[in-house]
């Protein structure tokens, strides 16, 4: 049962554009999202976070929405840089289950120049 | 300050060994968790140890186990491997539970192959 999902496995942007990344949930407890970035041969890094009683968060580049309606969260990038090729992992987390992070399957993020 | 760090970085066993994976977090986090990745299925959880204790398990069979030591660091032992068992495995350590103030800072990962 995958309560976080990605449906994109991947996505190609051009530079200088916006890069939209789509997260779905069916857990209705969750109430707090996260997005983690990750590059080839290293851990996934924390890039951006978003409490279930907000609808969007900023930070920099990086806006993070949250439709609690529609169980779904996007994280928008603007202006995409051919740094920001990664796959990009969602998870959402419960406070009645402790210490559980559940992870979307990821989707990989290229920005070519 | 040092990130989290994971031994060995790369493993490779066969069909009915056991491998044991090791795990040092941040200095100062107390929560260590780990998670199995494979293609297509993102991050599995499998367990989290906080203070020595065992707080929360994911769906995986009994094979994999884990504890936590005094210093915080933690190991992962996986028994009876089986090919399905191939996968990159990532331990992450927080100051306390996931979630706010809880962001989790993740390892390299063990890349484990089960012939």
């Known amino acids: 049962d995958q309560q976080v999902k990605q449906n994109s496995p991947s996505l190609s942007v051009q530079e200088g554009r916006i890069s939209i990344l789509n997260c779905d949930y069916t857990?209705?407890?969750?109430?707090?999202f996260l997005w983690y970035k990750k590059y080839p041969a290293e851990g996934p890094t924390f890039l951006i976070s978003i409490s279930s009683i907000k609808d969007k968060n900023e930070d920099g580049r990086f806006t993070v929405f949250l439709n609690k309606s529609a169980k779904h969260l996007s994280l928008h990038i603007v202006p995409s840089q051919p740094g920001d090729s990664a796959v990009y992992f969602c998870a959402a987390y419960a406070y009645n289950q402790g210490g559980k992070l559940i992870f979307g399957q990821g989707t990989e993020l290229s920005v070519k120049p | 300050k040092a990130g989290v760090t994971q031994t060995p970085r790369y493993l490779i066993k066969t069909r009915g060994q056991q491998v044991t994976l090791s795990c040092s977090p941040i200095?100062?986090?107390?929560?260590v968790s780990w998670y199995q990745q494979t293609p297509g299925q993102g991050l599995q959880f499998l367990f989290e140890y906080f203070s020595e204790t065992q707080r929360n398990k994911g769906n995986f069979p009994g094979r994999f186990s884990g504890r936590q030591f005094s210093n915080s660091r933690s190991e992962m032992n996986v028994s009876t491997l089986e090919l399905g068992d191939s996968a990159l495995y990532l331990c992450?350590?927080?100051?306390?539970?996931?979630?706010?103030?809880?962001?989790?800072?993740f390892g390299p990962g063990t890349r484990l192959t089960v012939l």
């Open positions: 992450a350590s927080s100051l306390a539970a996931a979630g706010p103030g809880g962001e989790q800072f």
């Open positions: 200095s100062g986090h107390r929560s």
């Open positions: 857990n209705s407890m969750f109430d707090y």
